[in-house]
T-cell receptor, first 115, second 111 residues
Framework: ETGVTQTPRHLVMGMTNKKSLKCEQH?????MYWYKQSAKKPLELMFV???????ENNSVPSRFSPECPNSSHLFLHLHTLQPEDSALYLC??????????????FGPGTRLTVL | GESVGLHLPTLSVQEGDNSIINCAYS??????FIWYKQESGKGPQFIID?????DKRQGQRVTVLLNKTVKHLSLQIAATQPGDSAVYFC??????????FGAGTTVTVRA
């Protein structure tokens, strides 16, 4: 266990559905991240929150909407997704702040399938 | 452009042998490097890291080597075990909290 949990672990949704992914970290970290992992491709950074403030939106479509109510919780709200959005969505956390040499610890991911 | 890449997408190793996984990076400003291991159905797991002021760092059965001259990073696993079968990623950090990941090398351990 890395101290980062994600729910649900698997999610199947239609293109008209609205769902949310949840991430929680128990490491006392201040930065949290969403990544997308597709087959045969490097991890793609989607969003970064540092001390609850969004500091990075890596040109992610608006059908993905992040929310960070506090330093321990991170959500990814999904609506009107496309089949190409099917992937493993990973949450990570790190100490944050200075960022230098900031090791990120990952959750187990949510396997999302969009029909 | 900036990239982090691994030399080989797959590596097959006999159990008990040593494994070497290579990674090339192109950004000379990178000052922190991490190796992650990802098993099937799990998220990436931190293995070992190294800062640019070091050439070598050892952990339990793993060693990371950094050659800044040729921008090369390697992970050595001693006495490879079946539990070492996984995808291995290198990642680089450039003075901020963002990591750039390579595509990964799939290591398969033969009994």
């Amino acid at each position: 266990e890395t101290g980062v949990t994600q729910t649900p672990r698997h999610l199947v949704m239609g293109m008209t559905n609205k769902k949310s992914l949840k991430c929680e970290q128990h490491l006392g970290h201040n930065a949290m991240y969403w990544y997308k992992q597709s087959a045969k491709k490097p991890l793609e950074l989607m969003f970064v929150y540092n001390f609850k403030e969004q500091t990075e939106n890596n040109s992610v479509p608006s059908r993905f909407s992040p929310e960070c109510p506090n330093s321990s919780h991170l959500f990814l709200h999904l609506h009107t997704l496309q089949p190409e959005d099917s992937a493993l969505y990973l949450c990570a956390s790190s100490q944050g702040a200075s960022g230098e040499g900031d090791t990120q610890y990952f959750g187990p991911g949510t396997r999302l399938t969009v029909l | 452009g900036e990239s982090v890449g691994l030399h080989l997408p797959t590596l097959s190793v006999q159990e008990g042998d040593n494994s070497i996984i290579n990674c090339a990076y192109s950004n000379s400003a990178s000052d922190y490097f991490i190796w992650y291991k990802q098993e099937s159905g799990k998220g990436p797991q931190f293995i070992i890291d190294i800062r640019s002021n070091m050439d070598k760092r050892q952990g339990q059965r793993v060693t990371v080597l950094l050659n800044k001259t040729v921008k090369h990073l390697s992970l050595q696993i001693a006495a490879t075990q079946p539990g070492d079968s996984a995808v291995y990623f290198c990642a680089e950090n450039k003075h901020d909290y963002k990591l750039s990941f390579g595509a990964g090398t799939t290591v398969t351990v033969r009994a």
